[in-house]
């Protein structure tokens, strides 16, 4: 059945998933660098926040920290690297005995395997030593392109973007990239950012993800602000009425008018009001040595 006409719109036929554009993003090159630029400025120090001192540990830290918290990974790992310093110590452990070791980490179970099958792989295909490309990792239990985009990036020197929750938010609400596919993100960001800064641009955005710009962002405190998609959509109305106002200059008020006295507190009738509030206002008048039209106008006699 052929899609029905309203007008200049066109109506799917029914049941049909409707389908998210995937366009690219529309920013100039000197705006997208301008941008990562000021973001580096804004977090000097951005890098991974996982400690490690070798690619085989870096990468049983990024695995240990899906769905938990870096800290929380480096308060785990410094006794498991103890017990299991390579892939070739790790290889011979058992679930009950790694278990109990990661339980904090959140999700154990699922992640003693997954370390279990990537240390017997690297012993069984590369020697126990992490391999240098983005196929060859993609390829161990438990790692996915995120992962081996740190690994590629911090550990071993390779060119790698890895995109992550923060990176997917921040990108999109600034207008980088027009995507929830972190697959598409990370080809949109490194079609418009040279490779020697494809790590440090994830790094960037995502401390400024976990700092800055969080599901309720802070945009008093945004340095990228001014070519910000999301900041510019903001609507004053509602709840967002304040934040927007809060970070525009106050305006300013118009001076509050000089009230007059009425008829009943000068003693008067209304016909007199006039010529009784001329007359009190006389003494000041030749004070300021200005009439009347001049005393009103706020101008001096010339």
Same mark, same amino acid.
């Given at each position: 059945?052929?899609? %029905?006409?309203r007008g *200049? ?11 998210r554009p995937?366009?690219?993003? #529309? @920013? ?6 301008a941008i ?5 400025? %804004?977090?000097?120090? +951005?890098?991974?926040? =996982? ?15 899906? &769905? ?19 892939? !070739? !110590? ?30 017997? +792989?690297?012993?069984? *295909?590369?020697? #126990? ?30 060119? #790698? @973007? $890895?995109?992550? *929750? ?25 079609? &418009? @950012? ?12 995502? =401390?400024?993800?976990?700092?800055? /710009?969080?599901?309720?962002?802070? /945009?008093?405190? /945004? %340095?990228?602000?001014?070519? /910000?998609?999301?900041?510019? +959509?903001?609507?004053?109305?509602? +709840? ?6 809060? =970070? ?17 507190? =000068?003693?008067?009738? $209304? &016909?007199?009001?006039?010529? *009784?509030?001329?007359? @009190?206002?006389? $003494? ?10 001049? &005393? ?7």
């Amino acid at each position: 059945m052929a899609p %029905q006409r309203r007008g *200049r719109r066109t109506v799917a036929k029914a049941g049909r998933p409707k389908r998210r554009p995937t366009r690219a993003p #529309g @920013l100039p090159p000197k705006t997208v660098l301008a941008i990562f630029d000021t973001l580096d400025h %804004q977090h000097p120090n +951005a890098d991974t926040e =996982l400690h490690y001192r070798n690619p085989y540990e870096l990468l049983v830290a990024t695995i240990l920290s899906a &769905q938990s918290t870096d800290a929380r990974v480096n308060i785990v790992t410094p006794p498991l690297f103890e017990r299991y310093p390579s892939a !070739a !110590a790790l290889a011979k452990a058992t679930t009950a005995e790694l278990e109990p070791q990661i339980r904090a980490s959140g999700f154990f179970r699922a992640k003693s395997r997954s370390l279990l099958g990537m240390a017997t +792989a690297l012993v069984q *295909r590369h020697g #126990g030593e992490v391999p240098a490309t983005m196929e060859a990792l993609v390829e161990l239990p438990g790692v996915g392109r995120k992962t081996a985009n740190v690994v590629l990036g911090h550990a071993l020197g390779v060119p #790698g @973007l $890895p995109v992550d *929750r923060h990176v997917v938010r921040v990108a999109n609400r600034i207008g980088l990239v027009h995507s929830d596919n972190p697959e598409v993100i990370e080809t949109q960001l490194c079609a &418009q @950012l040279p490779p020697d800064r494809w790590t440090r641009a994830s790094d960037v955005l995502i =401390l400024h993800g976990r700092r800055i /710009c969080r599901p309720k962002p802070l /945009c008093d405190r /945004c %340095q990228v602000r001014v070519w /910000c998609a999301y900041f510019k +959509a903001l609507r004053p109305k509602g +709840a967002r009425r304040a934040k927007f106002d809060a =970070l525009r200059p106050p305006a300013r008020k118009a001076p509050a008018a000089r009230a007059e006295p009425s008829a009943k507190a =000068l003693g008067v009738g $209304p &016909q007199r009001r006039k010529e *009784r509030i001329a007359s @009190l206002r006389a $003494p000041e008048r030749e004070r300021a040595g200005v009439g009347p039209r001049e &005393q009103k106008k706020g101008r001096r006699r010339t």
